[in-house]
Structure formats: C-alpha cells, structure tokens
C-alpha cells in the first residue's frame, strides 16, 4: 500500500507505525480463518508444529502415515499438526456523545481512533481481515471484515467522517455482532462504559459464548478520575442532553467510588469470561498501550495461554 495514502491521515502517526513495524497482534483461542497466516487454527492442516496422531481410517492420504509408529506398534497412524490461518477482528467503537467529552487532553473519541486505525493497519499488513463498526444514536458504520490494503482507505475514510454523539448503542451492536459472526473472531471494543454493568458484560459474555476472543478498551479522562472541580459546575449530559448544578466538594468522593466500583465490577466480570480488561486515560500515550496490548497477546500467545489479569 502506498504510504502517503495510508499514513497520511491525521490520525495516524507514521513513527509509531515504523516503531510497532516489528511486532504482530496474536491471539489466544485458535481461529477459522480461510488463507494461510500467523494465527493458530481450530483445524487441522499442514504445518510445522505437530499437534496430535490419530488412527487411519480408510479414504486418509497414505503419505501422512508415520511408518516409525508403524514400525514399533504395527499400526498405521497418522500425524496431524496444526494449521496456521488468518484471523477475522472487529473494531467496535463506542460513537455516543459521551466520548466527545474534552478536559483539554483530548477527546475519548479520538484516542479509541487512534487507536483502532493503527490496529487495523498492523492487522492488515499481517495479513488479517479487519472490520470497523461505530455505534451510536443516529451513527452507523458497519464495515465488514476484509484484508485487502485497500480496504484501510475504507476504514480510514469512515473514522474520519464519524462525530459522537446521542445516546450508546453499544450493547445492542455487540449482541448483533455476536449472532452476525459466524467464524471465530477478536472483537476489540473501545469504549467509555457510561452504561450499566451489567449490561455491557451480559453483551461481551454473549460474544464468549460464541467462542470469540474479546478485549476491552475502558478510556477514561483524567478530569474523571481526578474530580478536581473546585467550585459549584453545571455538569450536562452529553448523551441526553440533562443538566445538574453541584457542589464537587460534597459529592467528589462518592463519586469516586461509584466510579471505581463500576470499573472493579467490570474488571472482575471480565476476568470471569476470560476477556483482555484494560482502562486506558487519553492524556497518556496511546503507542503505550497499543504496545503493552500487543506485547501482551504475544507472550499469551507464547506461553499458551497464561490468565489474564
């Protein structure tokens, strides 16, 4: 792909894309993919990492007899080994007009943009079929998996012209994308999780069940976990458009921990389904934690399946 094209939008960063050139985003659970690639396989084929023998049975290629085990056991058996395959990933980001919130670091939006745009470039130059979806009240974008390099001027395209704003649709696109998906898949979300808990966990265990690998992006602004309003300030709403009058200073600390029990309850819920929980702030630097998710995925990946934390 030509490189003006792809790495000129601003949103993308052409120095952290020659940094990350290296790395590779791997995942856990063996995926179906149709063309050969980097990622395990819930198939058997050809390879180079043997997986298991099975008995002959009539109608199997002679070739792959192991004659050693015939010669010992004076049975024929067959060598089976697993099959490396492309992967399938959606980007879900949450478009709702929460994540337009700015404390003047950035916009939530625009981090899980960032974010999501040089994932897909990694995925895509991999190899991996990448789709895109932003969800929210009155904003739909609803691209299909693909891994031709011309489809990252279709993602990049449609995350420039997406805005947030209205209320989240986001448990409803995932439980979609649960039914939707037929082949195994990363579903990587990106969201605020201005939702009820429970909602959004009842939407990634959907996804579990259908044997998809999911991580979860929590993206919080400083201002939130800080609450370092000093004086009464009319907070409004930005999905519905409500508007309160408070005195910080008698509210801050049960905010902070309706706050962090809401972010304990996802963290523990997720660990229960088996999902990449992460909370990211937009004031820190998004090339770290798009290399601590790659870096970890790897070593999952290596060690076969160490638990998350």
């Known amino acids: 792909?030509?490189?003006?094209?792809?790495?000129?939008?601003?949103?993308?960063?052409?120095?952290?894309?020659?940094r990350l050139s290296k790395m590779a985003f791997e995942v856990n659970r063996p995926m179906l993919g149709s063309v050969t690639g980097i990622h395990r396989s819930a198939t058997r084929g050809a390879s180079v990492e043997f997986a298991e023998y099975r008995k002959y049975v009539p109608g199997d290629d002679p070739k792959h007899i192991?004659?050693?085990?015939?010669?010992?056991?004076?049975r024929f058996y067959i060598k089976e080994f697993e099959a490396d395959t492309n992967l399938r990933a959606y980007l879900v980001l949450d478009a709702s007009g929460s994540m337009a919130f700015d404390s003047g670091r950035g916009t939530r939006f625009d981090f899980a943009r960032r974010l999501a745009a040089h994932l897909a470039y990694l995925?895509?130059?991999q190899g991996d079929a990448v789709g895109l979806h932003c969800c929210a009240e009155n904003v739909?974008?609803?691209?299909?998996?693909?891994?031709?390099p011309s489809h990252l001027h279709t993602c990049f395209d449609l995350l420039e012209r997406v805005e947030p704003k209205g209320e989240s649709t986001l448990t409803d696109a995932l439980h979609t994308l649960a039914e939707r998906i037929?082949?195994?898949?990363?579903?990587?979300v990106l969201t605020d999780a201005f939702m009820p808990a429970g909602e959004?966990?009842?939407?990634?265990?959907?996804?579990?069940?259908?044997?998809?690998?999911?991580s979860l992006f929590h993206l919080l602004d400083p201002q939130e976990t800080a609450f370092d309003f000093t004086r009464p300030v009319r907070f409004v709403d930005l999905e519905g458009g409500a508007d309160l009058v408070a005195d910080p200073s008698v509210m801050r600390q049960t905010y902070l921990d309706a706050l962090e029990q809401h972010a304990d309850?996802?963290?523990?819920?997720?660990?229960?389904?088996?999902?990449?929980?992460?909370?990211?702030?937009?004031?820190?630097?998004?090339?770290?934690?798009?290399?601590?998710?790659l870096l970890e995925h790897a070593n999952l990946f290596a060690g076969g399946g160490a638990a998350r934390r």
């Not at 192991?66 to 004076?74: E, F, G, K, M, N």
């Not at 959004?200 to 999911?214: G, I, K, N, S, T």
């Open 1 to 18: 792909m030509a490189r003006s094209a792809s790495t000129s939008r601003s949103f993308l960063d052409a120095g952290v894309l020659s």
């Open 66 to 74: 192991d004659w050693q085990v015939y010669a010992r056991s004076d």
């Open 123 to 125: 995925m895509v130059r």
């Open 140 to 148: 739909a974008v609803d691209l299909p998996a693909r891994q031709a």
């Open 182 to 188: 037929q082949r195994r898949a990363s579903v990587i």
């Open 200 to 214: 959004l966990l009842d939407a990634v265990q959907h996804l579990c069940f259908q044997r998809h690998e999911v």
């Open 265 to 293: 309850t996802l963290r523990d819920g997720c660990r229960k389904f088996h999902v990449d929980y992460r909370r990211a702030r937009v004031d820190h630097e998004f090339e770290s934690a798009l290399t601590a998710f």
